[in-house]
């Protein structure tokens, strides 16, 4: 399991994000969110003959 509090800290080093204090635990809350989004898409079981299209067109 990643630790969502420790992705945003370095994440915002990485990229030298200034990240405020107060605007931290939104920041987190947002990220929790967003993990829990991408696990039903990453969790999802596709069927063997899907295949990835070679463009993606919008």
Same mark, same amino acid.
């Given at each position: 399991?990643?630790?969502? &509090?420790?992705?945003v800290?370095?994440?915002?080093? +990485?990229?030298? +994000?200034? +990240? $405020?204090? &107060? $605007?931290? #635990?939104? @920041? @987190?809350?947002? !990220?929790?969110?967003?993990?829990?989004?991408?696990?039903?898409?990453?969790? !999802? #079981? +596709?069927?063997?003959?899907?295949?990835?299209? #070679? @463009? !993606?067109?919008?």
């Open positions: 399991m990643i630790n969502i &509090e420790e992705y800290d370095r994440t915002a080093e +990485l990229i030298n +994000l200034p +990240l $405020h204090p &107060e $605007h931290r #635990p939104g @920041v @987190v809350v947002n !990220f929790e969110r967003i993990a829990a989004i991408a696990q039903l898409v990453t969790e !999802f #079981p +596709l069927p063997p003959e899907i295949e990835a299209a #070679p @463009v !993606f067109e919008p």
